[in-house]
């Protein structure tokens, strides 16, 4: 398969130059390290502003061009973007250190991480787990956990350290995670697929995954 070919890193002003002569409107760019949200914008008057991951600095025209097709009818496919930002996480992106979080007042994620990768996985995952940061003011349910491919990094949702949450459900919802980090992210018509029909095949693999769909039902006020 033809891999994309990365340019030599460009700076903030030259992307900002780029996007507003492919958008012919003002932009405002934003570069951050936020691995999970690559790219987002949204217009202020005649102007758009962006935030960028930092891999864009680095990505080669036809991914640029897309991007600002993108961003240009608000949508659509971007089969070529999304290849260069999985290419990235593979090859050029270097994992942040997390500090991790593991024991919480009743849940210990690091037990939890080691019994399911060794009876699940065969302890091929290579990644961190931590519990997410409480987010005052801010709408935390329904996200119970995440993925970060570029850090390797399981994120758990400390909604769920609770007495009230069975060790049975924090351990589906960790499964769940780490099966992204086995599974990966696919391709479907140039979007990108998280929940392929095999991520849901392998999810009810848990051995209680019944069990942990019905609790889950049962207690949604909890979360």
Not at 97 to 120: Q, T, W
Not at 192 to 199: G, P
């Amino acid at each position: 398969m033809e891999q994309l070919q990365l340019r030599i890193e460009t700076d903030g002003p030259g992307l900002k130059r780029f996007f507003e002569a492919a958008l012919k409107r003002p932009v405002e760019i934003v570069i951050t390290d936020n691995s999970s949200r690559m790219l987002s914008f949204r217009p202020i008057g005649p102007s758009i502003a962006m935030r960028l991951s930092r891999v864009f600095l680095s990505a080669p025209q036809e991914v640029l061009i897309e991007a600002a097709s993108f961003i240009r009818r608000r949508g659509g496919p971007t089969p070529v973007m999304n290849k260069f930002l999985r290419l990235a996480a593979s090859t050029t992106a270097k994992p942040r250190r997390v500090k991790a979080r593991l024991l919480g007042r009743h849940h210990d994620l690091g037990s939890a991480f080691e019994r399911i990768n060794s009876e699940y996985f065969e302890g091929r995952i290579d990644a961190s787990i931590t519990w997410s940061r409480k987010q005052p003011g801010r709408v935390r349910r329904r996200t119970l956990g995440s993925y970060c491919p570029l850090s390797r990094t399981v994120r758990i949702n400390p909604i769920l350290d609770n007495a009230l949450v069975p060790v049975l459900f924090v351990d589906f919802i960790v499964y769940h995670e780490m099966l992204h980090a086995h599974v990966g992210i696919g391709d479907k018509g140039g979007r990108r697929v998280v929940h392929s029909r095999e991520f849901r095949e392998k999810e009810r693999a848990f051995k209680r995954f019944e069990e942990a769909s019905i609790w889950e039902r049962a207690n949604r006020s909890l979360l």
